[in-house]
């Protein structure tokens, strides 16, 4: 952990109370004593260092010191076509970690329709994981999640309300332009990436992409898997933002 994030309710007034997995880090891995500082952050608000007031084997105690400026939501949103449920669960911290303000998870042609039962979509498992990667990143916005098992509602009827005001691009292995081209220079809104599945997008889903403004972006000429695609798309696209303005 780079950050020890502590959630809303476990703060009371300057101080904070941990004993679970957070604790045992700063025990053993940051070897923690009283006087000791750590870096913090408060979940969906900001960072802060927070001394070291108590601790035992149970728990720690914290006063906490917060900076004025909390961390803006990250501009990039991700629509992803559900992967395979051990896929998802090794992205959840990775997705957190690179930085993303909304994840929108949705059913495809070459989706599997068991995807949608697996344990992996719960909040009580995912959530978890995606707290890991904010702690990793040194970040405290926790991604907005939904799931929708069907796509074309999804992209006809809801993209404006959960995604208003987006750059809309769809990665297509066929798509000859990158990230950084289509991304205006000195662009200061919000961008919607739109990844599909392993086996890729259906000739009729890119029309419907096509049809609420989403263009086309590659990554070349190989082939990678759900994971990979969706690190390497989201690093260029943060490296294509960080040239605009905040």
């Known amino acids: 952990m780079n950050l020890i994030l502590i959630e809303p309710h476990e703060l009371a007034g300057d101080r904070a109370t941990l004993r679970d997995g957070r604790a045992v880090h700063i025990r053993k891995v940051l070897h923690g004593q009283p006087g000791a500082t750590v870096r913090v952050g408060l979940l969906d608000g900001p960072r802060g260092v927070a001394t070291i007031i108590a601790l035992d084997d149970e728990l720690i105690e914290l006063r906490c010191t917060w900076e004025q400026e909390i961390p803006p939501v990250p501009r990039l949103d991700l629509l992803l076509a559900l992967p395979r449920p051990k896929v998802m669960r090794r992205l959840w911290a990775q997705l957190a970690a690179l930085g993303v303000g909304r994840l929108a998870l949705t059913n495809a042609a070459k989706v599997e329709r068991n995807y949608f039962d697996t344990h992996v979509l719960a909040a009580a498992t995912y959530r978890p994981l995606l707290l890991e990667g904010l702690q990793q990143a040194q970040d405290t916005r926790l991604p907005c999640v939904s799931i929708h098992k069907q ?96």
Do not use: M, Y
Request: charged residues 25%; hydrophobic residues 40%.
């Open 151 to 246: 796509l074309k509602p999804l992209v006809e009827d809801r993209l404006d309300e959960l995604f208003p005001n987006t750059l809309r691009l769809l990665a297509d292995p066929a798509a000859k332009e990158s990230i950084g081209d289509r991304i205006p220079e000195k662009f200061s809104g919000r961008v919607l990436l739109a990844v599909g599945p392993e086996g890729g997008w259906t000739d009729f889903e890119r029309d419907l992409f096509a049809r609420q403004g989403f263009r086309g972006i590659g990554l070349g000429p190989r082939t990678l898997r759900t994971d990979t695609a969706c690190v390497a798309l989201l690093a260029t696209a943060h490296a294509a933002l960080a040239g605009g303005q905040p």
